[in-house]
């Protein structure tokens, strides 16, 4: 199975301050069309997680331009450019490129 | 709008079976494969296994072959899963997803299941 390990597992941001959470797969999640099934999920206390931005780099509609994503090989980054408090809660990465797909452990995001 | 509700809270003993409902709505159910994802108690998400849009063909998570069915019913637009032989370390929030090229664009709200004697 993909291994998808995601740094840091915990981070503490100040309001306005930004915010990167970083996902490193244990192997290349091109898939044979093209494209890279990489996505950004958050999930606060007591819901059900949300996406965010799939293959790499695509926002979900409704979610805000402060949130962005990139790769660089089998590097990928969430970044939040400007953190809110409506912001706290867990965001994981999960790969769609590989059966079975699987996650990444998930980063706590708190306001300091 | 895409709504998928899920049966309720379970307790189960050790080594009972539970079977958890999933009700699509807002879309065409036949149009998309489901899946089922397990959080464990302060853990992350382990992907329990798939259903193929009209219901031909299933998948599972090695670990839970054997234990685990997947089902649909396109005439109620339902999914489940029926988990057997539970222990202990089955306790979990069960979700059903939307599968939509490699993604999970809906979530149901999770179900807690929780095996204990």
């Known amino acids: 199975d993909v291994v998808m390990t995601q740094s840091p597992l915990s981070l503490s941001v100040t309001l306005g301050q930004p915010a990167s959470i970083s996902c490193r797969s244990s192997?290349?999640?091109?898939?044979?069309?093209?494209?890279?099934?990489l996505n950004w999920f958050h999930q606060r206390p007591g819901q059900s997680p949300r996406r965010l931005i799939y293959?790499?780099?695509t926002r979900d509609s409704g979610v805000p331009d402060r949130f962005s994503g990139s790769a660089s090989g089998s590097d990928f980054t969430l970044k939040i450019s400007r953190v809110e408090a409506e912001d706290v809660g867990v965001y994981f990465c999960?790969?769609?490129?590989?059966?079975?797909?699987?996650f990444g452990q998930g980063t706590k995001l708190e306001i300091k | 709008q895409v709504q998928l509700v899920q049966s309720g809270a379970e307790v189960k003993k050790p080594g009972a079976s539970v079977k958890v409902s999933c009700k699509a709505s807002g879309y065409t159910f036949t149009d998309y494969d489901m899946h089922w994802v397990r959080q464990a108690p302060g853990q992350g998400f382990e992907w329990v296994g798939r259903i193929d849009n009209v219901g031909a063909t299933t998948t599972y998570a090695q670990k839970f072959q054997g234990r685990v069915t997947v089902t649909r019913d396109s005439s109620t637009s339902t999914l489940y899963m029926e988990l057997s032989s539970l222990k202990s370390d089955d306790t979990g929030l069960y979700y059903c997803?939307?599968?939509?090229?490699?993604?999970?664009?809906?979530w149901g709200q999770g179900t807690l299941v929780t095996v204990s004697s």
């Open positions: 997803a939307r599968d939509w090229y490699g993604s999970y664009d809906h």
């Open positions: 192997q290349s999640l091109v898939y044979s069309d093209g494209n890279t099934y």
């Open positions: 999960m790969q769609g490129t590989h059966w079975p797909y699987t």
């Open positions: 293959r790499v780099s």
